[in-house]
């Protein structure tokens, strides 16, 4: 068995990654994959935008959405507040995407407003953390 393989099963993740974080789509957050424009385009239109850079073979990544399955599917209104994006680390690692917002590596997450970010997680798994961002993101929703 290949290490990435192995690392794959543990983790518990697979390379046909669902675009739905939790199986209770009624509280589930929607992760849209990015293209070109996306983030500009929800930022102009004034929504709070929740960017994961992730790759599929990462296990940090992997912890984290488990972290962001749990939290929106406990609270609704993150899904319903926040849009999520996932920008997929091995397309687009060196895109502007990327590299504009100085991304030093998968599992970093992002909260966007306008042209604000607001808050920056870089593998961090830490639920509280994850939260306050998230609630961070819903408290600059209602402005």
Same mark, same amino acid.
């Given at each position: /068995? +290949? +290490?990435?393989?192995?690392?794959? /099963?543990?983790?518990?993740?697979?390379?046909? #990654?669902?675009?739905?974080?939790?199986?209770?789509?009624? #509280?589930?957050?929607? /992760?849209?994959?990015?293209?070109?424009?996306?983030?500009?385009?929800?930022?102009?239109?004034?929504?709070?935008?929740?960017?994961?850079?992730?790759?599929?073979?990462?296990?940090?990544?992997?912890?984290?959405?488990?972290?962001?399955?749990?939290?929106?599917?406990?609270?609704?209104?993150?899904?319903?507040k926040i849009t999520f994006i996932n920008v997929d680390w091995d397309t687009w690692k060196?895109?502007?995407?990327?590299?504009?917002?100085?991304?030093? +590596?998968?599992?970093?997450?992002?909260?966007?407003?306008?042209?604000?970010?607001?808050?920056?997680?870089? #593998?961090?798994?830490?639920?509280?953390?994850?939260?306050? /961002?998230?609630?961070?993101?819903?408290?600059?929703?209602?402005?």
């Amino acid at each position: /068995m +290949r +290490r990435r393989d192995f690392m794959l /099963m543990t983790a518990g993740v697979t390379l046909a #990654a669902p675009l739905v974080f939790a199986p209770a789509a009624r #509280a589930a957050a929607t /992760m849209l994959d990015y293209t070109p424009g996306l983030i500009e385009e929800r930022l102009k239109g004034g929504e709070v935008v929740f960017v994961d850079y992730h790759a599929t073979w990462c296990t940090t990544c992997a912890a984290q959405q488990r972290v962001l399955a749990a939290l929106t599917e406990a609270n609704p209104a993150y899904a319903e507040k926040i849009t999520f994006i996932n920008v997929d680390w091995d397309t687009w690692k060196k895109d502007a995407v990327t590299t504009s917002r100085n991304i030093p +590596r998968r599992s970093t997450l992002l909260l966007l407003k306008g042209d604000q970010e607001l808050m920056r997680i870089v #593998a961090g798994t830490k639920k509280a953390d994850i939260q306050a /961002m998230l609630d961070m993101g819903l408290s600059v929703a209602a402005v």
